[in-house]
């Protein structure tokens, strides 16, 4: 089983800029993909930012050129910092790995989410 716990979010005015932090733990064999989505009330779960293991990325259009996702694969840790944040990234912000398996099969595992509040 795999843990994710979340850190670094919190209140900050429009424009200002924070840190995600996400790390994993427990028994896996590999994390080939960590990235973050996030959820606003009422919306659905979308994709931020992921990142492979190889250092691959990939930015939903509405944070690109603002937000980079990293990831320290010797500490199991995958990053977030959110730059020129606006009230519209307001959002419960859920880190995510996945595991993948021969023929198409993954894994998914869930942080339990941490606040993202952006006041203009």
């Known amino acids: 089983q795999v843990q994710l716990v979340e850190s670094g979010g919190g209140l900050v005015q429009a424009g200002g800029s924070l840190r995600l932090s996400c790390v994993a733990s427990g028994r896996f064999s590999s994390l080939n993909v960590m990235g973050w989505y996030r959820q606003a009330p009422g919306k659905q779960r979308e994709l931020v930012a992921d990142i492979t293991s190889g250092g691959s990325t990939n930015y939903a259009d509405s944070v690109k050129g603002r937000f980079t996702i990293s990831r320290d694969n010797a500490k199991n840790t995958v990053y977030l910092q959110m730059n020129s944040l606006k009230p519209e990234d307001t959002a419960l912000f859920y880190c995510?790995?996945?595991?993948?398996?021969?023929?198409?099969?993954?894994?998914?595992?869930w942080g339990q989410g941490t606040q993202v509040t952006v006041s203009s």
């Open positions: 995510n790995a996945r595991s993948l398996y021969a023929l198409g099969s993954f894994r998914d595992y």
